[in-house]
């Protein structure tokens, strides 16, 4: 998931994404999707440095939760990818990382 700006609508993301094709194939952008995320209660964080760390920062989520009297719901993620790893070195590199949550009863 890479957040776009909010200027962004649908069909200028679909004007983007034909003059993409049109430059250079790629069989991964035929997956490629415009659409908004809503995601509800969730835990949030900014990782920064490699993207094999982030189970680490996924266990201090969950602990900082279970502190805060809230548990995880689902191993699934978002994953926002902030910085582009072809520029940024690895210890900058800065993802959020987001899971639903919900209050122990």
């Known amino acids: 998931m890479i957040r776009q700006p909010d200027f962004l609508t649908e069909k200028g993301f679909e004007q983007f994404l034909e003059q993409t094709k049109r430059k250079k194939a790629n069989p991964f952008l035929e997956k490629v999707r415009f659409e ?3 995601d509800g209660l969730s835990c949030q964080m900014m990782h920064i440095g490699s993207f094999d760390d982030e189970p680490k920062t996924f266990e201090q989520m969950e602990a900082f939760c ?18 582009d790893p072809r520029k940024t070195e690895t210890a900058k590199l800065k993802t959020v990382l987001r899971f639903p949550v919900k209050k122990v009863q």
């Open 66 to 83: 279970l502190v805060q009297g809230y548990s995880r719901t689902s191993k699934i993620h978002r994953e926002i990818y902030l910085s």
């Open 36 to 38: 908004q995320a809503t």
